[in-house]
């Protein structure tokens, strides 16, 4: 886009004598000056609905500006970089299931590390001393079963035994005495049980804990 320059000097005519005859303005002048005009104007871009070509240029509006002020690329690449950056703040995890570049490169910005290979994530909780804190790790991959006894009591009240002996017998003519001693045998209220133990001894299994999952490559933004 070019701007329009004078190449006649029409003043300088006016300031010479009368009779000179570079006083006077020729036909040409004022041809190459019209055309020097119009070749300005087919540079210039319309204002209702401009066309523009080449790399024109803008002033870069502020942060934040909402307005109809023209965007520039400078502007765009800020606001991007603002969002990210207002996205995945500082102690933010980033997942991706495709690939494994660190998100340093694929955002643009941040500092990252690979997080929680191998775990699962779980929302903090406050009332159990295993989840109340950030990055607290915990669970086994393996299920184990704890040593343990099974123990069965069967409980008897306690019962009687009663049992007559005879002790003597004598004959007196036609008549039998017989004299009976008797026992009665009563055992004590005391609980008599028997006692069936099964001790059971602690086994683990390998790769048996795990709930249903999928894998994903997992980034911390540490700065």
Do not use: C
Not at 8 to 22: E, H, I, R, V
Not at 60 to 69: C, G, I, V, Y
Not at 129 to 134: F, G, I, S
């Amino acid at each position: 886009m070019s701007n329009y320059s004078k190449t006649t000097d029409f003043a300088a005519k006016d300031a010479l004598t009368t009779g000179n005859a570079n006083k006077i303005v020729k036909g040409t002048e004022i041809d190459d000056e019209f055309s020097a005009i119009q070749a300005a104007v087919n540079t210039k871009a319309d204002v209702n609905s401009p066309t523009f070509t080449g790399t024109p240029a803008a002033p870069t509006a502020s942060a934040a500006t909402n307005s109809t002020q023209l965007s520039t690329t400078a502007y765009v690449t800020a606001a991007i970089v603002a969002a990210k950056l207002a996205l995945y703040p500082v102690g933010s995890v980033y997942t991706q299931a495709a690939v494994a570049t660190n998100p340093a490169t694929l955002l643009g910005f941040g500092t990252w590390t690979a997080f929680g290979a191998g775990r699962v994530m779980v929302g903090i909780d406050s009332g159990n001393t295993l989840m109340d804190t950030v990055e607290e790790t915990g669970g086994s991959a393996n299920s184990s079963l704890v040593s343990h006894t099974h123990t069965a009591t069967v409980t008897d009240g306690g019962h009687r035994h009663s049992n007559v002996f005879a002790a003597s017998g004598n004959t007196l003519g036609d008549n039998r005495e017989f004299n009976y001693a008797s026992y009665d045998g009563v055992t004590s209220l005391a609980t008599t049980g028997i006692t069936v133990a099964n001790s059971t001894e602690g086994v683990s299994a390998t790769d048996t804990n795990y709930q249903p999952f999928i894998t994903v490559y997992m980034w911390k933004r540490t700065a």
